[in-house]
């Protein structure tokens, strides 16, 4: 429900490519009207040229999909015309609809394909099974896919032990522990300036937002400010600016008494 109330406050373009553009709409701050700019472009990209576009967007599917969970393990999907299994028909039959399902929208992420990642992992066990019995029946076939399913496993191995490295610490999330280090729950009003990376959103919270420690929202006009100031009267207010460049983040106690300049590292 929150989903499609922001829906009709602020979307202007739509979520499929052959639906029309909503009215024109005006936004708070640089960063959403940013971000809505940049869904416009992606609609009317989507539309011409329709086939070269979507094209690329099955390229997108099977990189996302295929190639960034499984890697070159993902290689094994061109064996599927080999692979003997029950309801390997249908299996493709949904792989097929989830990927015709993402073309219809007018933007593509990678987590878009994480529904049909149990179909893929089926179709490609399935398919070095198939590739296993083949190859096994030549000379030196077993050892040969033995080796090619070690390189598979190593390009695996190789991002997921990346991932869990990444500690994910960001400018965010400093900051929040920098704040948690202080007295009493904080509010936080956020101020975007022009050059800021509109995809780099700050504004998101938890759903307890009684019992948060940190609550960020967007900074509106004073009296907006002050009234929301006194919902969350037990909390110390904060104003925050984000920009222009990446690494310039400053942050002042509301409306500016003095001020902390955060750094980037």
Request: hydrophobic share 50%; net charge positive.
């Amino acid at each position: 429900m929150p989903a499609l109330v922001y829906a009709s406050q602020d979307d202007v373009a739509p979520k499929f490519w052959f639906l029309p553009l909503a009215p024109a709409k005006q936004y708070s701050n640089a960063g959403l009207r940013k971000t809505h700019e940049w869904e416009i472009d992606l609609y009317q990209q989507r539309l011409h040229p329709w086939l070269a576009k979507r094209a690329g967007d099955l390229v997108m599917v099977f990189f996302s999909g295929v190639w960034m969970q499984f890697t070159a393990l993902g290689l094994l999907l061109i064996a599927i015309p080999w692979a003997r299994m029950r309801n390997k028909r249908w299996l493709v039959l949904m792989l097929a609809t989830g990927a015709a399902s993402i073309l219809l929208e007018i933007a593509f992420l990678p987590h878009y394909t994480a529904p049909f990642t149990p179909v893929l992992l089926l179709l490609i066990v399935a398919c070095g099974r198939a590739v296993w019995y083949r190859l096994s029946a030549i000379r030196l076939g077993a050892p040969l896919l033995g080796l090619v399913l070690c390189v598979g496993l190593l390009f695996v191995v190789h991002d997921y032990t990346g991932a869990l490295q990444d500690s994910g610490a960001t400018q965010r999330s400093r900051l929040v522990q920098q704040l948690r280090g202080k007295s009493g729950p904080h509010l936080v009003f956020v101020e975007y300036l022009e050059g800021w990376n509109f995809h780099d959103e700050w504004v998101y919270n938890g759903a307890d937002l009684e019992h948060e420690p940190v609550v960020f929202v967007h900074l509106r006009g004073d009296a907006e400010n002050r009234k929301l100031m006194a919902e969350y009267g037990n909390r110390q207010a904060w104003l925050l600016t984000l920009g222009p460049e990446s690494s310039t983040v400053v942050l002042k106690t509301y409306p500016g008494e003095y001020s902390t300049v955060m750094s980037a590292k």
